[in-house]
């Protein structure tokens, strides 16, 4: 689609990526490291500083336009905005320059963010100024901090579907095993383990130490470009498809309480829009980069854009993502993966054999649901053959995608026949282990050390 043309869908793309080391404490001030992360973006779509025409930032960025446009040696800018708060608001950065682009209001756009959360002064603490109107409300009464009005969504959740720490666990695990592959991170060497985890300190009950994200200095920076231009650009494009942003009816932010549903965010109402301008749906994304703050928002952020149903974000967690398969680790992950698998057949039966009737007749809409069911799973374990298979654990030859899809499909045909099993005379606690047994054969092509 041509820029000017009215229409977003792919018709602007991400040319250009850059960012500062991050780190508890850097010498640099904000600015000084939005220049550096800036700079880089452009050199790294291979486009000069003096033609960036659009810029857009946050309402919590200190570093603003004009500084950044004279530190730098931008041109004359034509579009410049800014996102309401700072990490929530990240992917309507892009948002508002895809737009600005596409509607022929500017040709190259740099968003960015730049802070020293790590070594600077945390926003909530300036007692100088007045509240907002929602904090004047719970504030006074001990809700201070960004974590303290989560963890009362967070307990709100528990409370409804049964969710467990064990479920959030599964996210800040999930997180910090993509740190630990990310040489650039600064959780690279320090793995995340169940117990560290459950025995850490208390931040704000139900949420400890490391349900929260990091706080760290640093900055980072990406470039805009339309569809045309980027095809010459130094990198591959990576297209805007779809962007959308929300606010909620009677929305109160973080402090959601005073409506009848506080669980449904703006992820509900962004999703709605996001796919309806989208030739995808949630069964086709692989893929989601989902902003993690507190890991109680991740679980509320799969069930808002669809990938799982109302109250089903904590079992989601469940099956397998960010479960190691090395030694004792690998046993125990076969043995969840297997319990998970066979307890969520088990409680959603009359629904799946409705899917499985109506993907058997060719209907394509259950073909997709059943298909995001299983991708879940099959992916993951796709992943952790490739992962062994790198680091030369598991024979060269063997295709990860293919074994992949044998124990997914053995474990669908296993679930969907529970009931059969105790005809042949087994037993539910006999099945489980030798159901384990045979995925951890099929990932590690190993005895389980038990």
């Known amino acids: 689609m041509a820029a000017g043309s009215g229409s977003l869908k792919d018709a602007t793309a991400v040319v250009g990526i850059g960012q500062t080391p991050f780190a508890k404490q850097l010498p640099e001030d904000e600015r000084t ?32 336009e004009v500084e950044l446009a004279k530190a730098c ?10 996102v309401g708060f700072g990490g929530g608001g990240s992917c309507a950065t892009v948002a508002h320059l895809a737009t600005a682009v596409a509607a022929g209001q500017a040709s190259v756009g740099v968003a960015w963010r730049s802070r020293k959360r790590g070594s600077g002064p945390r926003p909530w603490t300036n007692t100088t100024v007045q509240l907002p109107t929602p904090a004047q409300w719970t504030r006074p009464y001990g809700l201070l901090r960004p974590v303290d009005e989560i963890a009362m969504l967070a307990r709100r959740y528990l409370h409804e579907y049964g969710a467990t720490r064990d479920h959030l666990f599964n996210v800040a695990l999930a997180c910090r095993n993509r740190a630990n592959q990310n040489p650039a991170a600064i959780m690279y060497d320090r793995p995340l383990t169940r117990e560290m985890y459950m025995t850490s300190r208390w931040v704000s009950e139900p949420l400890c130490l490391f349900d929260n994200c990091l706080e760290t200095d640093g900055a980072l920076a990406c470039v805009v470009v339309s569809a045309e231009r980027a095809r010459d650009c130094r990198r591959k494009p990576v297209y805007v498809h779809s962007a ?146 790198a680091k030369g654990r598991v024979d060269k030859d063997v295709n990860p995608a293919a074994v992949a899809g044998s124990l997914v499909a053995m474990l669908a045909a296993v679930a969907s026949h529970q009931k059969g099993f105790t005809s042949w005379g087994v037993k539910q606690a006999e099945l489980k282990p030798n159901l384990a047994l045979l995925v951890h054969l099929g990932v590690t092509g190993r005895k389980p050390t038990r």
Not at 33 to 56: F, N, Q, T
Not at 273 to 293: F, G
């Open 33 to 64: 490291l939005a220049c550096r992360a800036v700079l880089a973006a452009l050199d790294d779509a291979g486009i000069a500083p003096g033609e960036v025409d659009a810029l857009a930032s946050y309402t919590m960025e200190e570093t603003d």
């Open 244 to 389: 959308a942003q929300s606010l909620p009816a009677q929305h109160h932010g973080m402090v959601n309480y005073w409506n009848d549903d506080p669980l449904t965010g703006p992820a509900w109402t962004a999703a709605r829009h996001l796919w309806k301008h989208s030739d995808l749906a949630p069964e086709d994304v692989d893929v989601a980069q989902i902003y993690d703050a507190f890991t109680p928002l991740v679980l509320l952020s799969l069930e808002g854009y669809g990938f799982c149903g109302r109250g089903e974000g904590g079992a989601f967690t469940e099956l397998l993502e960010g479960r190691s398969w090395a030694g004792k680790a690998g046993w125990q992950t076969a043995q969840e993966l297997v319990d998970g698998f066979l307890e969520f057949w088990r409680k959603n039966d009359a629904i799946l054999r409705v899917v499985d009737l109506g993907a058997a007749e060719g209907d394509k809409r259950f073909y997709k649901l059943r298909m995001k069911i299983l991708n879940s799973v099959n992916n993951s374990l796709a992943d952790a053959v490739a992962e062994l298979q």
């Open 73 to 82: 040696g931008f041109g004359d800018l034509t579009f410049f905005s800014k």
